[in-house]
């Protein structure tokens, strides 16, 4: 007997090249790097390039997943990109993306679940190749995030930066006395009620216009650390394993307040949590990508460790993937 799963078998992070430090951002607005710093742990951020797309950063990560993986462009037929800033209303930034790489066949699509996207879009990818759906899959989280920002409003323009974040999915069967792998379960949810509580404020439906964010900093927190707590203790309890069988603990990288509020509750040591967001920001939904690209790359995260994903965004939306490396 066998078990089918979906391995990771690349992954690769972009940043552009542009860096915006709290020192520049206090020239721009009534802020400073202490007060940055004090409240969110940012320190820099990184912006997109004039003329510099979200499917550009999409593809420069999904080369770099490629290349880890040891893998060729055609070797996937499925492409799934998360993203709140696609290179146009349509066609799907996933298409545009599997165009430039010289992808013919399967498919391609944008997935939207703001910051929660590139979890909910392994949940996707996964429930895909376990289906017979495809057998090799490239899901990308990438965001040109500045370009929805107020500039004058210090409450979200510090919050933010740009980025691309790409792993590979491929369908295995492993056998029954196989050592476990790959994704071993997740969980996603959502709640509409809470929607302007951090949304843009624009649309081609209801603006004709792109809109800013717009977010209630305070009510964000008072519902995020709960929400993101309960949705690992799911997916751990799917899988038989408990917090202390975890090897690293990857979040999204929103605020090292949530960050550090959520290890706390979880009972997790520091060193088991990756944080990049002093360095990237919120990159929503290339977030948790590139902050697991960083901590492979770094050595980190090995084989045969067990790495928890989550994130929350804006709808809410929360998830968490749980995946034997």
Known sequence: MTRTRSIVRGIGGYLPEKVLTNADLAKLVDTSDEW??????IRQRHIAAEGEFTSDLAVSAARKALAHAGLDAGDIDLVIVATT???????????????????????????????????????????YLKNG?????????????????????????????????AAILERVDLADDAPERGVLASSLRSDGQHW???????GPSSTLGV???????????????????????????QSGHQVEDLDW???????????????HKLGLSADKVVATVDQHANTSAASVPLAL?????DGRIKPGQLVML????GGFTWGASLIRW
């Open 196 to 202: 302007q509580k951090l949304y843009v404020d624009g």
């Open 310 to 313: 989550e994130a929350m965004g």
């Open 249 to 263: 603990f990857v979040p999204h990288q929103a605020n090292k307040r949530i960050i550090d509020g959520v290890g």
């Open 85 to 127: 800033t696609p290179d146009y209303t349509f066609p799907a930034t996933a298409a545009l993306v599997q165009n430039k790489l010289g992808i013919t066949r399967g498919m391609a699509f944008d997935l939207q679940a703001v910051c929660s996207g590139f979890v909910y879009a392994v949940a996707t990818a996964d429930s």
């Open 133 to 165: 759906l495809a057998n090799r899959a490239l899901v990308i989280g990438a965001e040109t995030f500045s370009r929805l920002l107020d500039w004058t409003d210090r409450a979200t323009c510090v919050l933010f930066g740009d980025g691309a974040g």
């Open 36 to 41: 940055i710093v004090q409240r969110t742990g």
């Open 211 to 237: 809109g800013h964010v717009r977010m209630e900093g305070r009510e964000v927190f008072r519902h995020a650390v709960g929400m993101i707590t309960d949705v690992v203790h799911s997916t751990l309890e």
């Open 293 to 297: 690209s960083t901590a492979v790359e």
